[in-house]
């Protein structure tokens, strides 16, 4: 009872987090692909079905840095606040200074597409789209392959945790990979898809001990638990939509880009769809470590329709009972002895964010529900 207490009182601050949480838009210029950020806060996007890399002030403020480009793909900066373009169907990466001048270029076919700073040193870590490999760029200019492994369809996202640990995204098949020091790949997940036009998995993050990733036919970002398998939650967008606002109402138009900027607490995106930047402030996503093993939870679907069901891996596991609360913190269902995969009708819900609290004999945890 005592732990049932404590999460309904976690429930009510987390309301505090959940309505700090919301979206806004940076409407200038046509991003639509990659995000950097520069020492001083300014943002930079890609516009792949366009020539422009785009620089947007904190305040907002977008306008051209450079341009003439064929395909503008991936973006990363050096210590030293230089940038690298990725310029997919030209098959070329360039550097560019502070001024958005240009240093030096360096030829690769297979269309180089993301792109991140080592963890170490100033050299570059890139993929391949259609070469199905990850490059290394040394500051020379010297090309190395690091993996041709043939887990890769068309890999595009890459990235470090804090650890130095090294993560691929494919975006053909949504899944990811941690890129181990041999070139080999070990699996962490298959993001989910609702099918449509882009089936694909956009770019991948890293912030607050989770990868953070957009899947654009599902509208759709999600986070990934990189020391697990399969482990990930839906966290934001639904519908396909522009709108801004709480979190829980949001929508996004076919999330492409994404950028963690873990020192504002926020995660930047950009929508293929609109070609805009938008902006998700008051990003908190807390690490799981200590919580009850029932965390392993999944609420299936989430966001819900007319009805979701509860699911886990977890072995020896029977009965539960669950509590429903509505934004304002009251109770619109409670059900007990509960079973795996037992249907919960929501049909008479109304659309918004809820928060669910499932309640067995290993422990309490709450998941929060969209509908």
């Known amino acids: ?26 409407s200038d210029g046509t991003p639509d692909d990659a995000i950097a950020l520069d020492a001083s806060g300014n943002i930079y996007c890609s516009n792949y079905v366009g020539d422009t890399v785009f620089k947007f002030t904190p305040s907002g403020e977008g306008t051209p840095f450079v341009t003439g480009l064929v395909t503008p793909n991936g973006l990363a900066f050096n210590s030293s606040g230089e940038l690298y373009v990725c310029d997919g169907q030209a098959n070329t990466i360039y550097k560019y200074d502070s001024g958005g001048n240009p240093l030096a270029s360096y030829p690769i076919s297979g269309h180089p597409s993301g792109i991140v700073k080592s963890f170490d040193d100033d050299s570059m870590i890139f993929t391949l789209y259609t070469g199905n490999k990850i490059m290394h760029l040394a500051t020379d200019g010297t090309i190395t ?20 640990n090294l993560f691929v995204g494919n975006y053909n098949n949504r899944e990811i990979y941690k890129v181990l020091p041999s070139g080999d790949l070990e699996f962490i997940a298959q993001l989910p898809t609702d099918g449509g036009s882009y089936p694909n998995l956009g770019f991948i993050t890293y912030g607050q001990g989770k990868l ?7 509208d759709k970002i999600y986070w990934i638990n990189p020391n697990a398998v399969d482990d990930y939650g839906h966290f934001a967008g639904s519908e396909q ?131």
């Open 1 to 26: 009872m005592k732990k049932l207490l404590f999460f309904l009182s976690t429930f009510f601050i987390g309301q505090l987090f959940m309505s700090a949480q919301t979206v806004t838009t940076f």
């Open 145 to 164: 392959e690091i993996s041709s492994a043939a887990e890769l369809s068309g890999p595009v996202g890459i990235v470090f945790d804090g650890d130095g």
């Open 212 to 218: 953070w990733g957009t899947v654009m036919g599902n």
């Open 241 to 371: 939509g522009s709108m801004d606002g709480d979190i829980s109402v949001a929508t996004f138009n076919t999330p492409n880009g994404i950028l963690f900027d873990e020192a504002n607490e926020r995660l930047l995106i950009t929508d293929f769809g609109t070609k805009n930047l938008r902006i998700i402030s008051g990003v908190t996503l807390g690490n799981d470590n200590g919580l009850p093993k029932i965390d392993r939870f999944k609420v299936v679907p989430n966001p819900v329709k007319d009805s979701f069901q509860i699911l886990t891996q977890q072995e020896g596991f029977n009965e539960f009972s669950i509590k429903v609360f509505d934004a304002m913190g009251h109770l619109i269902l409670e059900k007990k002895q509960l079973r795996l995969d037992e249907p919960i009708s929501t049909e008479n819900w109304s659309s918004g964010g809820y928060v669910l609290i499932i309640e067995s004999a290993d422990g309490v945890v709450q998941k929060k529900l969209l509908k």
